[in-house]
């Protein structure tokens, strides 16, 4: 598969980017595996680290164009969702449980 510009990913950090092609470049398209995970989990922190902005559905809507499932395409849209507002929340106080919760 050859490289393709992120054409509908607006503003994409070079890093973020490089992070990206890996992932789609070397990833099992059947079955993610752990490797797969980790090289997106760093595209995922590099958005992060240099507040790249865009849409999880152009994230969808790209790797749907490089040939992963729609499921697998919504699953990463919500693991990249989730991480970038993990990451967003570090260092924010959650909610305390009470002591009847033990």
């Known amino acids: ?3 393709a510009e992120p054409h509908h990913i607006d503003r994409l950090p070079p890093i973020a980017w490089q992070h990206l ?3 789609v470049t070397g990833a099992d ?3 993610l595996e752990q490797g797969d995970w980790l090289v997106f989990y760093e595209f995922v922190k590099s958005c992060h680290i240099h507040e790249a902005k865009f849409a999880v559905e152009a994230l969808v809507e790209f790797l749907g164009e490089q ?3 729609r499921e697998a395409t919504i699953e990463l ?7 970038r507002a993990l ?3 570090r260092g924010t106080p959650g909610p305390r449980l009470s002591n009847a919760a033990h």
């Open 1 to 3: 598969m050859q490289n």
């Open 21 to 23: 092609n890996a992932f």
């Open 29 to 31: 398209r059947e079955a």
């Open 67 to 69: 040939g992963f499932r």
């Open 77 to 83: 849209g919500l693991v990249y969702a989730h991480g």
């Open 87 to 89: 990451l967003a929340n």
